[in-house]
């Protein structure tokens, strides 16, 4: 048993075993945020782990390729870019002020909030990418020095709390146009609330795909900006 456990490939076919079940859980259960298959399968693999006795530098290494894969997943966000490309063109001018009005929101209140508290310089920067698609979140979180395990744990709670809470508050806001909910939880949940938004509708799960997009494209160009005065 222990040496199939340790075994150079065990890790990876844990990974895809602990995803592939938690998406079939997912999709029975109708698909509830809090069961987002990326978290369940974090969840799965970590207690795995433990009880299997692997060090996470061992388990890193079998799944080497899932983190070279990460290159072309990245390239790959700008497909909702092209299908979304005529509408948000139309709407450019609110799409703008959106996408900076909620990402200035973002890191002010998060930077503020950590400020406040007390907390140290290092929480600050492993915080700011929780705002941006894992990915995304991955990459810029060595960028700025950040710990990029803490700064990945961040970005999918965020995901599943926007993606659970988000279109609550846009019910009672009576927020109603399909454009408008899937920007908004685009924005805020990434990936994980882009599965929400598509449930709702397709109208809506394209422009959650469009704004996840450009919401890691303009994070990507400041985060790092805002991180000097961290480091």
């Not at 844990?14 to 069961?35: K, S």
């Not at 996408?99 to 907390?119: K, R, Y």
């Amino acid at each position: 048993m222990s040496a199939v456990v340790h075994a150079p490939g065990f890790g990876l076919f844990l990974t895809l075993v602990a995803y592939l079940g938690a998406g079939e859980l997912h999709r029975r259960l109708g698909r509830p945020a809090l069961l987002a298959p990326v978290l369940v399968a974090m969840v799965l693999v970590a207690v795995a782990l433990e009880v299997l006795g692997i060090g996470y530098e061992e388990y890193l290494a079998s799944v080497s390729v899932l983190t070279l894969l990460l290159g072309p997943a990245t390239v790959a966000l700008a497909l909702p870019l092209l299908r979304s490309g005529r509408a948000l063109l139309a709407d450019r001018g609110a799409v703008l002020l959106t996408l900076c009005t909620t990402g200035a929101v973002s890191v002010a209140v998060t930077v503020a909030a950590l400020e406040l508290c007390g907390a140290p310089d290092d929480l600050v920067l492993t915080t700011l990418p929780r705002s941006v698609t894992t990915p995304v979140a991955l990459t810029l979180g060595v960028t700025i020095g950040a710990n990029t395990t803490l700064a990945v744990v961040l970005t999918l709670v965020s995901g599943v709390l926007g993606a659970t809470v988000g279109p609550w508050l846009l019910d009672r806001v009576r927020v109603r146009d399909p454009r408008a909910r899937g920007f908004a939880i685009g924005v805020v949940s990434h990936g994980i609330g882009t599965s929400r938004a598509l449930a709702e509708s397709d109208a809506a799960g394209g422009w959650s795909s469009a704004a996840m997009v450009l919401n890691a494209l303009a994070m990507t160009a400041v985060l790092p900006v805002v991180a000097r005065a961290f480091s």
